[in-house]
Each structure stands twice: as C-alpha cells, then as structure tokens.
C-alpha cells in the first residue's frame, strides 16, 4: 500500500509541476508587457509549446475523470455483487418458517 501512496504522490507532485508551469506560460502569454529574456527562463517557450502544455493539461484532466468514472462504477458492481451474494445465502440456505 506504501508504494501505491508513494506513486500516487509522484504522479500528483508531477502534475501540480505541469499545471503551475502551463498556467505560468498563459499568465505570461496574455500580459502584453511582459518580454522574453533571450538569457532567462523563458528563452524557447514558443505559443506552439504554450498550445502543448494547454493539450496535455486538458488529456490529464479527462484521464483523471475516467479514472473518477472507473472507480465509481467499480465500486457500484461491487455493492450490486455483496447484495446478490447476501440475498443467495439468505433465501437458499435460512429454513423457511
């Protein structure tokens, strides 16, 4: 359960990094005073790489729904599951009054 925690937070941690970075390079991209240092940071951070950030920010949030979806559901067909099962052992193997 430990690594399961441990991945989980590696793979939060590398969001948040994605997504604080994605909303730096739009924060960035609307101010019209703001200029690009040749020297600095931001040298390569072109609005096709702004457009790739924006795409794999969007693939993440849909993955991270399915995800939502699929735990649901899951969990749904294993309370629809404990039901049937209780409701078998109940009527075949309880004597009728």
Do not use: H, W
């Not at 969001?15 to 604080?20: F, L, S, T």
């Not at 309370?79 to 049937?84: P, R, S």
């Amino acid at each position: 359960m430990e690594e399961m925690t441990g991945k989980d937070k590696s793979i939060r941690e590398r969001v948040a990094i994605r997504c604080a970075r994605a909303s730096r390079l739009l924060y960035s991209s609307r101010d019209q005073t703001t200029t690009i240092d040749t020297a600095g940071e931001e040298e390569g951070e072109t609005p096709r790489e702004i457009e790739d950030l924006r795409r794999k920010l969007a693939m993440e949030k849909k993955r991270m729904n399915r995800i939502k979806l699929c735990s649901v559901t899951e969990l749904l067909l294993l309370v629809i599951l404990i039901l049937l099962l209780s409701t078998f052992f109940l009527v075949f193997f309880l004597p009728s009054p």
